[in-house]
């Protein structure tokens, strides 16, 4: 019998769950921010014309919020009036940092995400597996493991993204992989927290060994495709399973978790 997270995930995160539903949500503080977010979510979801705007958007989505890491690729359009991968590939680098460190910053690390998007670009153009490209990395019913390799191997891609972009590959676009076995869970502060409370990991002070505690767990909660709870658990986190208040009484995982809830050596907020 399959674990009610499981079955769970299984009803609301599956193949094209998220065909419909936008991949920067945030809140708009204006009209004008809200139009650019839209436009920005509409940029980066085309990947029929610029699957490189997919894979970069991932790639600049660590260390700042995803609203803003996703919104890049569109200012970067905005900024140089192309998107078109052989255009991106004419500029510099010091080209690139110049546009990501400008009055308002595009990252946090605005030096290492130029880098990071420039490198993307000559990878995209240059390998021979996209030769220009980008949608050569999900072409043709690919194994989860190779999708995932594909991904790890950019600069300044680890473990979290590479999953996090297959896995919204299976949801928001409807791409479909051979199998989903390589497909782990991407364990950030909000999954990791809900792995714990749910008694499904124990508590640890260090996060690099929760994190593995929590990448196992879900391996094992659900094999043929580990990283299927990521979203729910994700989203339950940020919804409901605050780390001050938990909103237990109105959680969808209620009448299954265990809420061990030790905040003295919850470390992660
Ligand atoms: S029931 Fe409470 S402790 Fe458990 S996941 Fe939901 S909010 Fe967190």
């Known amino acids: 019998m399959r674990h009610p997270l499981v079955e769970m995930a299984c009803?609301?995160?599956?193949?094209?769950?998220?065909?419909?539903?936008?991949l920067i949500i945030g809140k708009a503080i204006s009209l004008e921010e809200k139009g650019f977010k839209e436009n920005a979510d509409k940029f980066v979801r085309n990947i029929e014309k610029y699957p490189h705007a997919f894979v970069l958007a991932c790639l600049m989505d660590s260390g700042v919020d995803a609203d803003a890491a996703w919104?890049?690729?569109?200012?970067?359009?905005?900024?140089?009036?192309?998107?078109?991968?052989?255009?991106?590939?004419?500029?510099?680098?010091?080209?690139?940092?110049?546009?990501?460190?400008?009055?308002?910053?595009?990252?946090r690390y605005p030096i290492i995400k130029a880098k990071v998007f420039h490198d993307a670009v000559h990878k995209i153009v240059e390998t021979?597996?996209?030769?220009?490209?980008?949608?050569?990395i999900w072409a043709d019913k690919p194994g989860s493991y190779d999708v995932v390799m594909r991904f790890i191997d950019f600069n300044?891609?680890?473990?979290?993204?590479?999953?996090?972009?297959?896995n919204i590959l299976f949801?928001?676009?409807?791409?479909?992989?051979?199998?989903y076995s390589f497909i782990d869970i991407a364990p950030d502060v909000h999954t990791m927290r809900v792995f714990q409370r749910?008694?499904?990991?124990?508590?640890?002070?260090?996060?690099?060994?929760?994190r593995i505690y929590t990448i196992v767990r879900a391996r094992e909660l659900n094999p043929e495709f580990p990283g299927l709870v990521d979203g729910l658990c994700?989203?339950?986190?940020?919804?409901?399973?605050?780390?001050?208040?938990?909103?237990?009484?109105?959680?969808?995982?209620?009448?299954?978790?265990?809420?061990?809830?030790?905040?003295?050596?919850?470390?992660?907020r």
């Open 128 to 136: 021979k597996l996209m030769n220009g490209d980008a949608s050569r």
């Open 156 to 166: 300044g891609c680890g473990f979290k993204i590479a999953n996090m972009a297959s």
């Open 11 to 22: 009803s609301k995160y599956y193949h094209k769950s998220h065909i419909n539903e936008p």
């Open 71 to 107: 919104s890049i690729p569109y200012r970067a359009c905005k900024e140089l009036g192309t998107f078109e991968i052989s255009d991106l590939y004419k500029i510099k680098e010091h080209q690139y940092i110049g546009m990501f460190s400008g009055e308002k910053k595009w990252h």
């Open 171 to 179: 949801r928001y676009f409807g791409v479909e992989f051979s199998d």
């Open 198 to 210: 749910l008694g499904l990991t124990p508590y640890v002070k260090d996060t690099e060994i929760a």
């Open 234 to 268: 994700w989203e339950v986190g940020r919804e409901f399973c605050r780390p001050g208040k938990p909103k237990c009484e109105n959680c969808p995982l209620g009448t299954f978790c265990e809420k061990v809830i030790l905040e003295e050596i919850n470390v992660w």
